[in-house]
């Protein structure tokens, strides 16, 4: 009961559909009843409660979605719901999503007193045509304005970009990046941009309007990617996060080591070893939520819960999942515990044949991680290890 637990809440509603996002999130002008789904959250809570048994929650996370949509007497009433079922440790990491409009970031005072002590600002450029490109509704000013604010106010901050944007050279996102990096506290996340199914972008780039970096760009600009963080102390710790020492984001670290966490909120998915007759079961209950809020909210209301899929996951299925996770950091997939699971090693010849080509690496005996070349075709590396 003292390994890492998290605890993932999920707010849907945003103020714009950006035509890059495929996330669960959706635009309500008429505005939304904080109220109704603040009550329905903790009910969602109580009843997750009943089937994970007694755990302390070590992280936080509301994410969406744009949660500073929020008010901060809802987030406050959200953490104070978590602390009733999965009472909150001292330390806790508590990150909240935000977008740095600047309405949104006069807010900011008031989650830090709801208690969130990470904030994660979805900032994305910070070049004024390409933020209307990607259809961002702030500007590069309130975006600095916003991450200056955080600063103050939050002991933890963590700001989202998004490089290999078309017609972008390695010149402009090293000038993107290093600006960046000075404006960052201790987190950056640097995603690649793809084409994701049934999102704007995806019409355009089917009718041929955008065009994305070749494959060969797209290589050099992650590299380049990886030499300046690196180079400013701000090294991969994830394929695509970087964290001074020390400040990782541990919700998500607990992903990426497969261990436990719920998921509350419209389409929100769920991961934990779930209780039967006071003992804990050893396959791991996977939930996923009902997308659409307001239908989220009526299954809620209804039976205690908004959860329309399950499964059980057998220790080859988890020792599957926990492979795919633990490829992605860079302290590579704990071999022991991976074992464990799938009742086997790794397949020696493979992982002999994937060392030739310099794609993968051991870490001591006890661990084994993809090289930086291997993190290129890290899917390869997977299904050849799988």
């Not at 640097?190 to 970096?213: C, H, N, S, V, W």
């Not at 997308?291 to 329309?308: A, D, M, N, S, Y």
Request: hydrophobic share 35%; net charge negative.
């Amino acid at each position: 009961m003292d390994e890492p637990f998290g605890i993932y809440v999920h707010w849907p509603f945003c103020a714009a559909k950006c035509p890059y996002c495929d996330f669960n999130s959706y635009v309500r002008l008429k505005g939304v009843d904080e109220d109704r789904f603040a009550k329905a959250f903790a009910r969602e809570m109580a009843t997750v409660r009943e089937w994970t048994g007694s755990h302390k929650a070590t992280t936080v996370f509301i994410g969406g979605g744009t949660p500073s949509l929020m008010s901060p007497k809802t987030v406050e009433s959200l953490l104070k719901s978590i602390d009733r079922y999965w009472p909150i440790v001292d330390n806790a990491e508590i990150t909240m999503e935000a977008n740095p409009s600047s309405v949104e970031a006069g807010r900011f005072h008031g989650y830090r007193s709801a208690g969130v002590n990470r904030l994660s600002l979805g900032v994305q450029s910070l070049n004024d045509e390409e933020l209307k490109r990607l259809g961002r509704i702030h500007n590069v000013e309130q975006a600095r304005f916003a991450i200056g604010l955080a600063r103050e106010i939050f002991p933890r901050l963590s700001f989202d970009l998004i490089y290999a944007r078309p017609n972008q050279t390695l010149k402009s996102w090293k000038h993107e990046l290093e600006q960046a990096i000075d404006l960052a506290a201790d987190h950056l996340s640097l995603y690649q941009l793809t084409i994701e199914e049934g999102t704007g972008f995806d019409r355009l780039y089917k009718a041929g309007k955008l065009k994305l970096p070749e494959a060969d760009l797209s290589a050099d600009l992650y590299d380049l990617t990886q030499e300046i963080t690196e180079s400013h102390g701000l090294p991969a710790y994830e394929i695509s996060n970087h964290a001074s020492a020390n400040a990782q984001s541990q919700h998500n670290l607990i992903y990426w080591r497969y261990q436990q966490y719920v998921g509350i909120g419209p389409g929100a998915h769920g991961r934990f070893l779930p209780v039967s007759n006071t003992a804990v079961t050893d396959r791991r209950l996977v939930t996923i939520t009902e997308k659409i809020p307001e239908r989220w909210l009526e299954l809620v209301e209804k039976q205690g819960h908004g959860i329309v899929e399950e499964e059980h996951l057998t220790k080859s299925e988890q020792a599957e999942e926990m492979l795919l996770m633990g490829m992605r950091l860079t302290e590579g997939l704990d071999l022991a515990r991976y074992e464990k699971l799938a009742n086997r090693g790794l397949n020696q010849s493979k992982v002999a044949d994937l060392q030739q080509q310099g794609l993968v690496e051991m870490v001591g005996n006890s661990r084994i991680r993809a090289t930086r070349k291997g993190r290129v075709v890290l899917n390869y590396i997977i299904s050849e290890l799988a």
